[in-house]
Nanobody, 122 residues
């Protein structure tokens, strides 16, 4: 089970940090990441962190340089630090888990969190 937290309302240019805690076993064997879905739009990839620490994190082009993903294996948790947020970042953010080494699409996602709302005002 994946449980997200940390969403909220922020002004443009502000920051938020999302958390996602995994309550199952073998957290280290999963790639973890975030997707988002805005009203009327498809769910899209945001960022992922590999199960292999040698691999660099993956970011979508629209968040690269503003968002940072990280994981703490001893806490079964991943984080998404979001800086310089813009109104177009407004969406529900979903935590995701995959059994592959890494991911940038929904193809291999095995589990989703319930989502956390992020709203950025202009």
């Amino acid at each position: 089970q994946l449980v997200e937290s940390g969403g909220g309302l922020v002004q443009a240019g502000g920051s938020l940090r999302l958390s996602c805690e995994f309550s199952g076993r073998a957290f280290r064997t999963f790639a973890m990441g975030w997707f988002r879905q805005a009203p009327g739009k498809e769910r899209e990839f945001v960022a992922s962190v590999s199960r292999n620490p040698v691999n660099p994190p993956q970011y979508s082009h629209f968040v690269k340089g503003r968002f940072t993903i990280s994981r703490l294996n001893n806490e079964n948790t991943i984080y998404l630090q979001m800086d310089n947020l813009q109104p177009e970042d407004t969406a529900i953010y979903y935590c995701a888990l995959a059994s592959t080494d890494t991911f940038t699409t929904r193809d291999f996602i095995r589990s989703w969190g319930q989502g956390t709302q992020v709203t950025v005002s202009s």
